[in-house]
């Protein structure tokens, strides 16, 4: 794994692009579907991946990689990519190691979205997951993986359930049957947590959210530790440790070692195919959000312990989910993987149960109903009526997610102004 050597602050930065005399300040926009080579032998070296540079977007681009070194040395990882959203992300860091007739263990309170596209749609490419709870016992974590389990999967801080992953024992469960754990770090970010410090081997990130900061674009990234040793375990990943005959016959853990075999397959095999790239004025409007990133966090996490301790106090709401407050059912992972704050997003529940909690969101004025999360502006969203309405009841209650869950997500605004709005907004449920 690449070691830090600067803060993290430093990182956000200038991490990824250093200009050279003369050269933009800021990572320049190349906006530019392909690359001009004065020989077709100079353009066959890339094809062949024997020199580095670019030939057409839809696999690379120069300001995108740029951006993606950043979040590569914000997460302490050796290589990444950026995808077109955070979905693609997940979708990638799974199929470039599992396929037809393979096996992989989820956490059951990930992102409806994510939870979606495994139950369904790679059900349906004959791709099977297991969910368990991110509580469940070892027995039951133990009991879940198969001969032909290809990863685990699961998210530092679970959206919207807020449940925290316990990334230690997820990873150990996973090397004891030689398959990397895969963590969505979106809700934590590299700032508040870096799940290869504890022992995951692929990080994901839907940088639509707070590396982005402000709505301003779509995207995802995944970024490899470089520590899981594909060759060790070759008959489980074939596409990783033997001839890919659709690009040359290279074998991509041979060829680029344990630090950049899962980023070069992924790029030269599945963005080639599948074409998931995010524009370069999507990537140069993220690096702007990053570089923020560490100041935006801190103060998320100040708003939202803020709203957390109001609501605590309100006897109109019936519960809350907030894993920095005290008595939190995850409190002590919290302490243990985010002892600086986990994010600015607050799960409760509103007295009188969905009808109430849709009452209140009506009611609301500076906080906005959006699909969204994880932005500079505060937002709310019910979720079983909006992002997880794919789910029925019982895939609900078993992902974390109730359905009078209201998910506030608390932006950068004055903390007595958004205590103030939600005051309001329960005053006004029975008016």
Not at 121 to 147: H, W, Y
Request: glycine share 8%; hydrophobic share 35%; net charge negative.
């Amino acid at each position: 794994m690449q070691q830090r050597t600067r803060g993290i602050e430093t990182s956000c930065v200038q991490g990824g692009y250093t200009p050279g005399n003369g050269e933009p300040r800021q990572i320049p926009i190349i906006q530019s579907t392909t690359f001009k080579y004065n020989t077709g032998e100079d353009m066959g070296k890339l094809f062949d991946l024997e020199a580095n540079g670019y030939f057409y977007s839809r696999l690379q681009n120069p300001t995108c990689d740029s951006v993606a070194a950043k979040i590569c040395e914000l997460e302490g990882g050796t290589a990444a990519m950026l995808t077109s959203s955070g979905q693609a992300a997940s979708f990638f860091s799974v199929f470039n190691i599992a396929s037809q007739g393979d096996h992989v263990v989820a956490e059951s309170s990930i992102y409806g979205g994510t939870f979606n596209l495994f139950s369904v749609t790679m059900k349906r490419m004959g791709i099977d997951f297991t969910f368990v709870a991110p509580d469940c016992s070892d027995e039951e974590l133990e009991a879940a993986f198969k001969p032909n389990t290809k990863a685990v999967f699961g998210e530092t801080i679970a959206n919207p359930a807020l449940r925290v992953l316990d990334i230690e024992r997820f990873a150990n469960a996973a090397h004891r049957h030689g398959v990397p754990l895969i963590v969505d770090n979106t809700f934590a970010t590299p700032v508040n947590c870096r799940p290869f410090e504890w022992g995951a081997d692929i990080v994901t990130h839907s940088t639509t959210k707070y590396m982005d900061g402000h709505g301003s674009a779509v995207g995802g990234c995944i970024v490899d530790s470089g520590n899981f040793d594909w060759m060790a375990h070759a008959d489980k990943f074939p596409g990783l440790t033997t001839p890919d005959e659709s690009y040359h016959g290279i074998t991509y853990a041979e060829r680029f070692g344990n630090a950049g075999a899962f980023i070069t397959k992924a790029t030269a095999q599945l963005m080639r195919d599948f074409g998931s790239t995010p524009s370069p004025q999507s990537a140069y409007l993220l690096n702007l959000g990053l570089e923020s990133l560490h100041v935006r966090m801190k103060r998320h996490c100040e708003n939202a312990m803020a709203v957390a301790k109001y609501l605590q106090t309100d006897d109109r709401i019936s519960w809350i989910i907030y894993p920095d407050l005290e008595g939190d059912q995850d409190h002590e992972l919290c302490k243990k993987y985010l002892p600086n704050g986990s994010c600015g997003v607050i799960s409760f529940g509103v007295k009188g149960g969905r009808q109430a909690a849709e009452s209140f969101m009506r009611n609301l004025k500076l906080a906005a109903i959006e699909t969204h999360v994880a932005d500079a502006r505060t937002c709310c969203l019910h979720p079983a009526s909006t992002t997880h309405r794919q789910m029925n009841e019982e895939e609900l209650i078993a992902a974390g997610v109730p359905s009078d869950l209201v998910r506030f997500s608390c932006g950068l605004e004055s903390s007595e102004d958004l205590i103030a709005d939600i005051r309001q907004a329960l005053d006004g449920i029975n008016s």
